[in-house]
């Protein structure tokens, strides 16, 4: 065990992976992190096998509301997955490498295909509040300013300090996402665009919500920018949804939103979240070798 908590060693996410191999049966190779309000996608893993964050050695815990802080390993679609439901964010107060460090257990139990939900707001004028966006990039405000996911772990072992992380999101697993959504008739309400990662927890100033649009992100959150850096670092496939909760206030008469409302608009879409992860799930071919884009 690392003796201070400013980084987690190889050896240490080792341990963390022992204890989950041991734990369950399943040897999955497609992980899921649910967003605010969207837990359900691991209510319906088949022949749960559970493990709260809190039964894990050197595992952070979830404080937000509609993130129940546990682990779910089971069937999805005749895969073996593991779902996180719950995950962490910065403004808990963890450092960004703690927020993505289950990715690192993920890749270590052998995880291949990363799926990233998240609730955000929308910027881009076109969208609507239920609308999901696959994440084609993002821009991750903390990353670039106060801290960095790859920050503390120098272990060559989870990847090269300096490695690449251009093209973070998979085209093949967008291209499929696509088509899925097309096929479940959800086609309007599917969109494509940039993600930015804000600090949080308060909600932002119609002043930083207008620049953030002009940087051309269309979507705001709190979260997904960290663990599919280091997913990508560490040579794992990912996609992204962020499901449009609200849309962020443009001029300062309009109304702000707040946690509850988010997980109100999430109950709506859950669902269809759920359908489209799950029907990605069933068509990735079976060794997970590759999506490619067609
Ligand atoms: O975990 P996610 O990113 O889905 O949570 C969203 C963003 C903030 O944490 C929170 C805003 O209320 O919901």
Redesign the pocket.
Known sequence: MAESEETLTYEDIQHISDFLLKTTKYRPKVAVIC??GLGGLADVVQEQDVIDYRDIPNFPQST?QGHRGRLVFGHLAEKSVICMQG?F?QYEGYPLWKVAMPVRVFKMIGVETLFVT??AGGLNRNYNIGDIMIVKDHISMPGMTTDNPLKGFYDERFGKPSSPVTELYDRGLRELARRVAGDLGLGEAVREGVLVQVG?PSFDTVSVFNMLRRLGADCV????APEVTVARHCGIRVLGLSLVTDMAPMESDLPPTN?QE?LQTAKTRAVDVQNLVCEMISQLPNNNDSVQPS
Do not use: C, D, L, T
Request: aromatic residues 0%; positive net charge.
């Open positions: 967003g605010s937000v995950r964010h998240n609730a949080g959150g709190m979260s997904s946690h988010i």
